[in-house]
T-cell receptor, first 115, second 114 residues
Framework: GAVVSQHPSWVICKSGTSVKIECRSL??????MFWYRQFPKQSLMLMAT?????????EQGVEKDKFLINHASLTLSTLTVTSAHPEDSSFYIC???????????FGQGTRLTVV | AQSVTQLGSHVSVSEGALVLLRCNYS??????LFWYVQYPNQGLQLLLK??????LVKGINGFEAEFKKSETSFHLTKPSAHMSDAAEYFC????????????FGSGTRLQVQP
C-alpha cells in the first residue's frame, strides 16, 4: 500500500510557542489530506480537510487561526499549532487520499505535549 | 450524515478464542466501511475495507468482517485470538457525498488473556 509519513513522531514544546507537523505522501500524489486529533483513550476527530492549492476546510469548533494548514504540493501538507497551550496536547494524525475515498492512508501520528 | 457505534469499549478474550468486535453504522448513502487497528502511540493500520461487491471481506492478520445492510452492521471477527492482537480497534464509515473524510467510532480495546 501507499506510504504516508508524518514528522515528527513526538514533540515537546513550551506554552506560547508554535509547532509544525508535516505529512508527506511518499509514493503517490495526494490531492486531499485530512488532519485528525485524538485525545487519550478517545476516537479520532476530524479537524480539517486540505486540498492541494486551496484553503483548508475546517470542522465546526476548530480554530483555523490556531491550527494553520498548508497544502502547497501534492505530496506535503503541514499543520502548525500556533501559540500552543497545554490543552493542545494531543495525538495528531494525518491521512492522504489519491482522490477516491477508498484510497486514504494514515500517517503514524505525532504526539504533541505542551508544557 | 454518517455515524458509527462500536458496542463495547473493552473486550477481553482468551488466547485462541473467537474475537468479535461490533460495529453499527448510520448512513444516508451507500457506505464505505473500514476497520483499523492502532497500537499504542502509533498511527492507524487498515485491517480491511468494504466498498462494493462481496459482503464478506477478508483482511490482514486473519480478520474478516461482514457487511449486513439489513442490520446496518459491519462486525469484525477472527476465529482464534493471538496475544499480538491486543490493541485498539476502530470502525469507520465514509462515502458521504461532499464529506470525503472518515467518521470513526469510539474504538474498542481488545485484551487477549494468556
Amino acid at each position: 500500500g501507499a506510504v504516508v509519513s508524518q514528522h515528527p513522531s513526538w514533540v515537546i514544546c513550551k506554552s506560547g510557542t508554535s509547532v509544525k507537523i508535516e505529512c508527506r505522501s511518499l509514493d503517490f500524489q495526494a490531492t486531499t489530506m485530512f488532519w485528525y486529533r485524538q485525545f487519550p483513550k478517545q476516537s479520532l476527530m476530524l479537524m480539517a480537510t486540505s486540498n492541494e492549492g486551496s484553503k483548508a476546510t475546517y470542522e465546526q469548533g476548530v480554530e483555523k487561526d490556531k491550527f494553520l494548514i498548508n497544502h502547497a504540493s501534492l505530496t506535503l501538507s503541514t499543520l502548525t499549532v500556533t501559540s500552543a497551550h497545554p490543552e493542545d496536547s494531543s495525538f495528531y494524525i494525518c491521512s492522504a487520499s489519491q482522490g477516491a475515498l477508498t484510497e486514504a492512508f494514515f500517517g503514524q501520528g505525532t504526539r504533541l505535549t505542551v508544557v | 450524515a454518517q455515524s458509527v457505534t462500536q458496542l463495547g469499549s473493552h473486550v477481553s478474550v482468551s488466547e485462541g478464542a473467537l474475537v468479535l468486535l461490533r460495529c453499527n453504522y448510520s448512513s444516508s448513502v451507500p457506505p464505505y466501511l473500514f476497520w483499523y487497528v492502532q497500537y499504542p502511540n502509533q498511527g492507524l493500520q487498515l485491517l480491511l475495507k468494504y466498498t462494493t461487491g462481496a459482503t464478506l471481506v477478508k483482511g490482514i492478520n486473519g480478520f474478516e468482517a461482514e457487511f449486513k445492510k439489513s442490520e446496518t452492521s459491519f462486525h469484525l471477527t477472527k476465529p482464534s485470538a493471538h496475544m499480538s492482537d491486543a490493541a485498539e480497534y476502530f470502525c469507520a464509515v465514509g462515502g458521504d457525498t461532499g464529506r470525503r473524510a472518515l467518521t470513526f467510532g469510539s474504538g474498542t480495546r481488545l485484551q487477549v488473556q494468556p
